[in-house]
Every structure is written in C-alpha cells, then in structure tokens.
C-alpha cells in the first residue's frame, strides 16, 4: 500500500473506494488539524508556482482559498472577519496594484 498521509477533500476517499481501491483513513482534530492545514496550504502554493496554464493556476487559487476558508474556522473566525482585516490593511497600508519592486534601502 503506497502511503500518502496528505489531506484530502471530502469526495476524495468515496472516489478512491468507487475506482476499486482500498484505502485508510483518519479524522485529524485540534492541533494536528491545523498543522496540516498549513502543509496543505504551502502545498497548494507550490503547485501554483509551478502551474503554466492560466486554467490550472486558477484552479490551484481556488485550493489556496478552500484551505484557508479551513484554516479562518479553525481559528474560530469567518471570512468575513478575514476579509475586514484584509480590507482594513488595504487602506492602511496600500495593495499591490502599483507592481512596486523593493530593489534596497540604505540604512
């Protein structure tokens, strides 16, 4: 059996068990919940950086979101207090919309 030990959506292990395969599964909690959230978050940003299709990256923009809409609940916060907070940092301190690249700062 090939292990994996990644997160997976919820349709994935019906899909794996319908094709045929046998597979195990765990419900992860608290803590561990988290951290894995986390690892699936920089995995989701990886296979963003990677993509060359403009189809797959915003599809992997789409992971990026699912996963953080997890990890805002987990945080016992909705994405509308993400959202305030983003938009609040916006007005203080400006987006990216100016494409501004810090070359260096002489201290």
Do not use: C, W
């Not at 997890?70 to 609040?88: D, F, N, W």
């Not at 940092?89 to 260096?104: A, Q, S, V, W, Y």
Request: no cysteine; proline share 1%; hydrophobic share 30%.
């Amino acid at each position: 059996m090939e292990q994996k030990n990644r997160l997976v959506r919820d349709h994935t292990p019906e899909e794996l068990k319908d094709s045929g395969k046998t597979i195990r599964t765990r419900q992860l909690a608290g803590q561990e919940y988290k951290e894995t959230l986390k690892k699936k978050l920089l995995e989701a940003v990886d296979d963003y950086a990677h993509a060359k299709e403009n189809r797959k990256s915003l599809t992997k923009l789409a992971d990026m979101m699912e996963v953080i809409h997890e990890l805002t609940y987990s945080h016992g916060a909705t994405i509308e207090e993400v959202e305030h907070i983003r938009q609040h940092r916006r007005r203080e301190r400006g987006g990216f919309k100016n494409r501004t690249l810090l070359i260096d700062v002489d201290e």
